[in-house]
């Protein structure tokens, strides 16, 4: 009887400790679902929740005061039919394939060129980086200033280089020229942040890498293709899907410089989600093509990591 009651009293106390560890695992699990709730409740409510909505709405006509209404696919087919949308699609696929390659050739090189040992080196860094910290609107107001067909320091400094004054670029105000100064500003803008990133990655190269190259008898050019581009690769990936979804993703600057226009000419996707949502109330439109806009960029990130994973 004794030893059946050691036995009863070991296995009270072993369900004491094993309670007591489940409750202490519980009491840290609450604590640590504590410090998330705040940030989780407030990317529910203003984030989460407004994607969800705005997905349901591309399947309603909804005008934000009338009642809503069903619309079933009615918005996706309208969106063939839908000149604007269709130019601003192929705008949007023509700033991406421009300014991505772009701005990564110039941060890679502004990243080589700033990480030798120079007079003033932290001088250029900070020039270069101050771009995309600036004001974007005055950023803009300056840049329109620059490139004013008609007294702009640009056309001048051309025309004082032999320039026919018929033949000077009418930029944001040619639809010809509007695209290539949008891309223009957008690489200016952007390509000081990507240079900082490239910065770290040059950086972190192992010294001893480029010193067996120049044992091996490689050139400058060598040394770069074959030791500083793979040993890129993952910043490169990393910048080039950032920069892909922020070129998919384009507005403030096409809003400040063109408007999407001349025509549509500069029109591109989410400045014709603001129109049909802001201008012409269309919201259940409106979302249809945010659905779009959205689905592209999921595919295009999807295609880039596996492309990554492969390499």
């Given at each position: 009887m004794s030893t059946i009651d050691a036995d009863a009293a070991s296995a009270r106390r072993s369900r004491r400790v094993l309670l007591t560890k489940q409750q202490?695992?519980?009491?840290?699990?609450?604590?640590?679902?504590?410090?998330?709730?705040?940030n989780f409740l407030g990317f529910a409510i203003f984030t989460l929740g407004p994607i969800l909505f705005a997905f349901a709405l591309a399947f309603l006509h909804w005008d934000g005061s009338n009642p809503i209404r069903f619309a079933g696919l009615a918005n996706f087919w309208r969106l063939f039919e839908d000149r604007a949308f269709l130019a601003a699609f192929w705008n949007t696929l023509l700033y991406t394939l421009f300014s991505v390659p772009l701005t990564l050739v110039c941060a890679l090189g502004l990243a080589i060129l700033l990480n030798r040992p120079m007079f003033g080196r932290d001088f250029f860094r900070t020039a270069m980086f101050f771009p995309y910290v600036a004001s974007l609107v005055a950023v803009a107001v300056v840049w329109n200033m620059l490139f004013n067909p008609e007294m702009g320091p640009v056309n001048m400094l051309l025309y004082t280089l032999g320039i026919d004054p018929q033949n000077l670029p009418g930029w944001a105000a040619d639809r010809h020229w509007a695209m290539v100064t949008v891309v223009f500003f957008g690489?200016?803008?952007?390509?000081?942040?990507?240079?900082?990133?490239?910065?770290?990655?040059?950086?972190?190269?192992?010294?001893?890498?480029?010193?067996a190259a120049n044992l091996d008898g490689a050139n400058g050019w060598q040394k770069f293709w074959h030791v500083t581009v793979p040993q890129l690769a993952p910043t490169t990936f990393f910048v080039s899907v950032m920069l892909t979804i922020q070129s998919f993703k384009v507005f403030d600057q096409i809003y400040l410089i063109t408007q999407g226009g001349p025509g549509t000419s500069t029109l591109v996707l989410v400045y014709h989600i603001y129109n049909e949502a802001f201008v012409s109330w269309d919201l259940g439109y409106s979302s249809?093509?945010?659905l779009v806009l959205f689905l592209m960029v999921l595919t295009i990130t999807v295609v880039q990591f596996r492309l990554q994973r492969e390499d």
């Open positions: 202490r695992r519980r009491r840290a699990h609450l604590v640590a679902y504590s410090f998330i709730a705040p690489v200016w803008k952007s390509m000081g942040y990507y240079m900082v990133i490239y910065l770290a990655g040059l950086q972190g190269i192992n010294a001893e890498l480029y010193e249809m093509v945010a």
